[in-house]
């Protein structure tokens, strides 16, 4: 999957300066909060499915099936949306379409496929077949999966069982012949560009000291419109700045000659960055400049009346460098065995309120709505479920007070003392349901022993050399009252295979927990003065996502891609063991 970051730390640390800079580390990560306000979103991968079958069902008399696929994307509402229709093949019944599909991936969802087969009828073999009225084909049987179960597999190529529901028999279906379907990862989705870039002679915006410059790489789009793809990092008091390398994939672009604008801006704290300059060019124009290697002369936008102009600076870019390379993508280290192990946290405290009474943010609806904690768990644990593969997930509970004990900050919540692990996503819904009846809610709310149980696990999985990578899912409803200690466990687990996700859930006031979230804020630092290796932890509060368009998995797992490559990359670790 393609994404642009620089090749240390993940592009958050500043030239010249130590990597215990806070400022510098504070500028970056704000930088990162202003991307993100301009549309940019993470990653994403263009998959190829090609299909073929075996064994289908003769429907003509004189001669084979003449079959046709119609491929689909299955809503969370059950509707279909139809994606495309390979070729007609005439008759076999093992047949191999030529006709590819192109989908994107994307991690933070569940991308439920349907296809279904056709006989299509001699009469319709010299029609489009993106005109053909399906009810008037032979319906030959259909499959389903998950496009994510495609991408797990080590060959990418799995095999379903099509089935037809027998009408005279309800609620009875046959196989009827089997679907293989194989994907593969575009290849731009894995070619990446380095780039190091400088510039010289930048204008001064600051009154006691030189500007604060970063770069900010866009695509422009057909309507005019910049959708930032990559970022340097910011760098303090320079007029002729050389930021790190960067790089970002060519799908991310387009395609080398798509235009790019290229803007340097002077960092400001309070997020209103001051543009020094800018220039347009594609990769291709980039690679020239490169070449020859001569600096391109910044522009700043003019408005002039009714007129657009542009005032040419004496700034200059300059490309010190430019490589295409491959590079291994989050799909390859999946395919390559790696999985992403699901835990969960879940928030006890009193001020939850009675669990009885509707009110509470644990009341368990009888008609079987789900409360705002089990949205989580389904939504979150819905998704990443399919990326662990026995599926037995670490569950815990903090804040209560069991029977007869005390207040306990991490409780099996399957009230077991031997072991946490439960069976699936289900056995999550059941342990929490019954914890419920057999703890008393307390407090105070204390993340820092739930944090240190996981990175224990991780780092367990990391001694045993365990491809591994690890997600906590936190949720709560109240500010932590341990912020420090926090603090100190993810700064630790920021060298581990971990990542955190945090909801937040009722009314309170989280501003304090949107500290330990990088993104909107300065990166953690422990008590010991260490800073955090990474950024580790996204957190989102419910009431912001629950009524948009954006869901809470898509908020808390759009990141988990970067992260997961970003540790693999630091430490050289290739998608193959």
Known sequence: MGNCCSDVSGGQSAVGGSTSSLAAKAANDAVDAFLKSRGYNGLFSQIELSLSAENLRDRDVLSKSDPMVVLYMKGSDGSLQELGRTEVILNSLSPKW???????????????????????????????????????????????????????????????????EEFSVPAHSRKCGQLTVHAEESFASKTSVELILRCSDLEGKDLFSKSDPFLIISKITESGILVPICKTEVLKNDHSPKWKQVSLSIQQVGSKDSPLTVECFNFNSNGKHDLLGK??????????????????????????????????????????????????????????????????????????????????????????????YQRAILDVGGVLQFYDYDKKFPAWGFGARPIDGPVSHCFNLNGSSNYCEVEGIHGIMTAYTSALHNVSLAGPTLFGHIVTNAAQIASASVARNERKYFVLLIITDGVITDLQETKDAFVMASDLPLSILIVGVGGADFKEMEILDADKGERLESSSGRVASRDIVQFVPFRDVQNGEVSVVQSLLAELPSQFLTYVRARGIGPNA
């Open 98 to 164: 030529i006709r590819k599909y192109m989908v994107t991936y994307q991690f933070e969802m569940v991308q439920n496929l349907v296809f279904r087969v056709y006989d299509v009828d001699s009469q319709f073999h010299n029609v489009d077949v993106k005109v053909l009225k399906l009810e008037e084909q032979q319906f030959l049987g259909e499959a389903s999966c998950t496009l994510s179960e495609i991408v797990m597999k080590t060959n990418r190529i799995v095999t379903l069982d099509l089935t037809y």
């Open 279 to 372: 220039v347009q060019k594609s990769l291709a124009g980039l690679e020239k400049l490169h070449s020859v290697a001569t600096g391109e002369n910044m522009f700043v936008p003019l408005s002039v009346g009714q007129n657009h102009q542009n005032k040419v600076l004496k700034s200059q870019l300059f490309v010190d460098k430019y490589s295409e390379n491959i590079q291994h993508t989050f799909l390859d280290y999946l395919a390559g065995g790696y999985e992403l192990n699901f835990m969960v946290a879940i928030d006890f405290t009193a001020s939850n309120g009675n669990s009885r009474l509707p009110d509470s943010l644990h009341y368990i609806d009888p008609s079987g709505r789900p409360n705002a």
